[in-house]
C-alpha cells in the first residue's frame, strides 16, 4: 500500500546543530510538499516540488532552511543552524499534480530543539 | 492574509450529534475544497472533497455543503461518534497553486 514515508519520526537536537529531515514520497508522484505544524500557526507551506524542480520555498527562513530533492525518490528539508522555535512538526506530502487533488501526507517529524 | 478562514477552533459534541465545521474564503478562482482529517501522532488524510460546480457532497456520515455566492463551506459529521474525534482542516486551491489550508478545528466527541 502505497505511501509517504518520513524519517526520522522523532529529533531531539540542541540549538546551533545541523537537522536533516528526509522524505519518500509515492512513487509516480511528480508532486512534493513540505510543510510546518504547530499550535499557533496551524499548517504552513514551507516549499513545493515539480519534478524535483522547485517551484517555491517562499514560506521557509532561507537563511537557515533549505529543501532538495536529489531524486525522485528523496526529499529533504535541512535546517541549519536550527532554533528553538524551530520546533514543530514537519510533514511531507506528495501528489500527481500540484493543485485539484488529494494530497497524501506523511506521519511527520516531530522536531524538538533545546 | 489568510486566504481560508476555518471556525471554530474547537467543538465539543455529544455522540451521536452532528458536527458542523465552517470555512470562508476570499479567492473567487479557487476550484478545489477538501476537507481534512487529522488524529494524534497522525499525517492529515484527505475525507471529503468538493468543486464549486455542486452544493453538496455526501459520503456516509461526512457532508460538505458549498455556498459559492457567501464564499462559504461547511462540513457536516452526522451521527458523530467518539472516533471521530480528531482535528479537521479545510482547504482550497486553484489552478497551478498549492492547498491553502485553515487553522482547523479540534473536535471532540464525548459518550
Known amino acids: 500500500d502505497a505511501r509517504v514515508t518520513q524519517t526520522p519520526r522523532h529529533k531531539v537536537t540542541e540549538m546551533g546543530q545541523e537537522v536533516t529531515m528526509r522524505c519518500q514520497p509515492i512513487?509516480?508522484?511528480?508532486?512534493v510538499f513540505w510543510y510546518r505544524q504547530t499550535m499557533m500557526q496551524g499548517l504552513e507551506l514551507l516549499a513545493y516540488f515539480r519534478n524535483r524542480a522547485p517551484l517555491d520555498d517562499s514560506g521557509m527562513p532561507k537563511d537557515r532552511f533549505s529543501a532538495e530533492m536529489p531524486d525522485a525518490t528523496l526529499a529533504t528539508l535541512k535546517i541549519q543552524p536550527s532554533e528553538p522555535r524551530d520546533s514543530a512538526v514537519y510533514f511531507c506530502?506528495?501528489?500527481?499534480?500540484?493543485?485539484?487533488?488529494?494530497?497524501?501526507f506523511g506521519p511527520g517529524t516531530r522536531l524538538t530543539v533545546l | 492574509q489568510q486566504q481560508v478562514k476555518q471556525s471554530p477552533q474547537s467543538l465539543i459534541v455529544q455522540k451521536g450529534g452532528i458536527s458542523i465545521i465552517n470555512c470562508a474564503y476570499e479567492n473567487t478562482a479557487f476550484d478545489y475544497f477538501p476537507w481534512y482529517q487529522q488524529f494524534p501522532g497522525k499525517g492529515p488524510a484527505l475525507l471529503i472533497a468538493i468543486r464549486p460546480d455542486v452544493s453538496e457532497k455526501k459520503e456516509g456520515r461526512f457532508t460538505i455543503s458549498f455556498n459559492k455566492s457567501a464564499k462559504q463551506f461547511s462540513l457536516h459529521i452526522m451521527d458523530s461518534q467518539p472516533g471521530d474525534s480528531a482535528t479537521y482542516f479545510c482547504a482550497a486551491s486553484r489552478l497551478n497553486t498549492p492547498l491553502v489550508f485553515g487553522k482547523g478545528t479540534r473536535l471532540s466527541v464525548i459518550a
Open positions: 506530502a506528495s501528489g500527481p499534480k500540484l493543485a485539484g487533488n488529494e494530497q497524501f
Open positions: 512513487l509516480g508522484h511528480n508532486t
